[in-house]
């Protein structure tokens, strides 16, 4: 099998020890997505500028491994506040609108997330 880590120039940089995603196959796996600005590392501010900016930093990690939002069959959403889920539900579906169906998803309210984001996303695509 092919294996191959996939790092984006336009995505943050990793704030430890793993690549953006891997593509083993036909398969990506990403690695989570804060709302981090990519030039400064610095979080975007509230719940819904972080979960747009975590969206684009997504879609840059699927662009550098060849794909797009529409190659995506799964993705995890973690919450700091599961009372945010009307708001990142709303922009969830305006980042999928284009596509006739959604991917599969979980969500779940986790007790912290890195640099004390509110949101953060991971996905599996598919080629």
Known sequence: MNKKAIISDRAPAAVGPYS???LAGETLYTSGQLGLDPETGELAAGIAAQTKKGLENMSAVLESAGMTRANIVK????LADIGDFAIVNGIYADYFKELSEYPARSCVQVAALPKAALFEIEAIAVK
Do not use: E, K, L
């Open 75 to 78: 993705t995890t959403i973690f």
């Open 20 to 22: 953006h995603a891997y």
